[in-house]
C-alpha cells in the first residue's frame, strides 16, 4: 500500500473537473456567437464542432501514451499549460481559422484531462471509490452549471473573447499548486508478480468493446448536442437570444445534469445498470418530442435531458469496467476513443443536416440518435448475455 493521499490532491483533482465543466461549456453562448461574428455557414460550424470533438479524442489517446511514459503528474500538468495557450490566443487571434485553432488547442488539454484525471483517480480514491468518482463527476456538473450564465454575462457586456480570456485566473489558481504537490507512483498489484495484461491493439479486436463503444459514442453525441447546439437552434429557429435566455437553457440543463449525478447513482444501484440505462433513453426521447412540439416553450422543457442523460457516462462505465474486470484500464481508454470519434462525426452530421435541411432539424436530428442510442444499447445488452452464457 502507498502513502494515504494528500488534501492537496483531492482538491487539485475536484478542482481540474469543475474548471473542465466550467471552461468546456463556455460554448454553449459561445458557438453562436462566434458563427455570427465571423458570418460562417452551418457546414463550416458542424466541421468546426466535429473538429474540436477530434482534437479531444487523439489526445485522449495520445494522453495515454504521455501517462504510460511520462507518469500521471507531467500529463496533468500539460493540460493545464495546453488550456492557458489556447484560451489566451482565443483573445487575441483576429481570423476565424486563428480562432478555431486556439480553441483545438483548448479542446486538447480535455483530452489529456480526461485520462490523467481519471488514472489519478485510481490512485488516490482507496477507500469508497464509487462514491469519490461521483463527486468527482459532480464538480464537473457544478462548473457546467456556472460557466453558461457566467459566459452569457461577460459576454453581454464585452464579448465572446473576454470570457475566454477571464477563464485564465481559474487555470493558474490550480495550474501552480500542482506543480509542487507529491503525486502518487505506479503501483504494482500486491505479491509483486506482474500478470500479462492487455494491449490497445488486443482491446481492438474485442467485440464487446465495439459495442460499449458504439452505445457510448452514440449516448454522448446526445448529451452533448444540447450544449452544442440547443443554443443556435433557440436563436435561428425561434429568435430568442443565445446571451440570455439561450445561455439560461444550457445552465438549466447543467443544473439538472449535476443534481443527477449527484442523486441518482443510489436509484441506479437499486434498479441495475443496464435497466437504468434503458430507462433514461426512453425518458430522453419523451422529452425530446415533448420539447420539440412545444417550439419556442420547449425552452422549458429540454434542459431535463441533462437529468437523464448524466446517467449516460458513469453508468455506461461502471457497466464496462464489470465485464472487463482487471482488463478496464486499457478496455476502457479503447471505448472512450471510438466512442470520441462516433460522437465527432455525430456532431457534424448534425451541423450537415442544418445545412441540407434546414437549422429547425439539425438539433431535432438528435431523436433518431437518441433512438440508435436505446438500439445500440440493447444490442449491447443481448452480446453481454451470449457473453456470459458462453463457456469460458
Known amino acids: 500500500m502507498g502513502k494515504k493521499p494528500s488534501l ?5 483533482l475536484f478542482g481540474a473537473m469543475f474548471l473542465f465543466g466550467y471552461i468546456e461549456n463556455i460554448k454553449g453562448v459561445s458557438y453562436p456567437l462566434i458563427k455570427t461574428d465571423f458570418g460562417i455557414s452551418y457546414e463550416q460550424q458542424g466541421v468546426f464542432v466535429s473538429i474540436l470533438s477530434f482534437s479531444y479524442v487523439l489526445f485522449c489517446l495520445l494522453g495515454g501514451i504521455l501517462i504510460a511514459r511520462l507518469g500521471v503528474k507531467a500529463t496533468f500538468t500539460l493540460g493545464f499549460i495546453f488550456m492557458a495557450l489556447g484560451l489566451g490566443a482565443a483573445f487575441f487571434f483576429p481570423s476565424f481559422l486563428l480562432a478555431a485553432s486556439a480553441l483545438f488547442v483548448v479542446s486538447a488539454s480535455f483530452g489529456l484531462f480526461e485520462v490523467s484525471s481519471n488514472a489519478l483517480a485510481t490512485q488516490i480514491f482507496q477507500k469508497k471509490p464509487a462514491l469519490l468518482m461521483s463527486l468527482m463527476h459532480f464538480f464537473y456538473g457544478a462548473g ?3 460557466s453558461p450564465r457566467a459566459a452569457g454575462t461577460i459576454s453581454l457586456a464585452m464579448s465572446w473573447r473576454h470570457v475566454y480570456l477571464f477563464s485564465l485566473p481559474l487555470v493558474l489558481l490550480l495550474f501552480i499548486p500542482s506543480l509542487f504537490a507529491r503525486f502518487p507512483g505506479t503501483q504494482h498489484p500486491e505479491g509483486g ?29 446526445v448529451e452533448l448536442a444540447s450544449p452544442n447546439w440547443g443554443g443556435l437552434y433557440f436563436q435561428d429557429v425561434h429568435g430568442l437570444d443565445p446571451q440570455t435566455l439561450g445561455a439560461a437553457f444550457i445552465s438549466n440543463f447543467y443544473i439538472l445534469f449535476t443534481l443527477s449525478r449527484l442523486a441518482s447513482g443510489f436509484g441506479i444501484e437499486k434498479i441495475g445498470y443496464d435497466r437504468s440505462l434503458i430507462l433514461a433513453c426512453c425518458m430522453v426521447l419523451v422529452i425530446f418530442i415533448l420539447g420539440f412540439a412545444l417550439g419556442p416553450r420547449g425552452i422549458r422543457v429540454l434542459p431535463f435531458l441533462g437529468f437523464f442523460t448524466a446517467i449516460f457516462w458513469p453508468t455506461l462505465m461502471a457497466l464496462a469496467m464489470g465485464h472487463f474486470r482487471q482488463n478496464s484500464p486499457v478496455m476502457t481508454s479503447a471505448v472512450i476513443v471510438i466512442a470520441g470519434g462516433i460522437n465527432s462525426l455525430m456532431q457534424f452530421l448534425i451541423g450537415y443536416t442544418n445545412r441540407l435541411a434546414g437549422p429547425q432539424w439539425g438539433y431535432r436530428s438528435c431523436f433518431v440518435y437518441a433512438l440508435l442510442s436505446l438500439g445500440a444499447l440493447l444490442l449491447l445488452k443481448r452480446h453481454l448475455r451470449a457473453q456470459s452464457k458462453a463457456p469460458a
Open 8 to 12: 492537496l490532491l483531492f482538491i487539485i
Open 193 to 221: 508478480a506482474e500478470e500479462k495484461k492487455a494491449t490497445f491493439y488486443d482491446a481492438l479486436k474485442t467485440p464487446a468493446v465495439w459495442y460499449f463503444a458504439l452505445t457510448l459514442g452514440l449516448m454522448v453525441g
Open 144 to 146: 457546467s452549471s456556472v
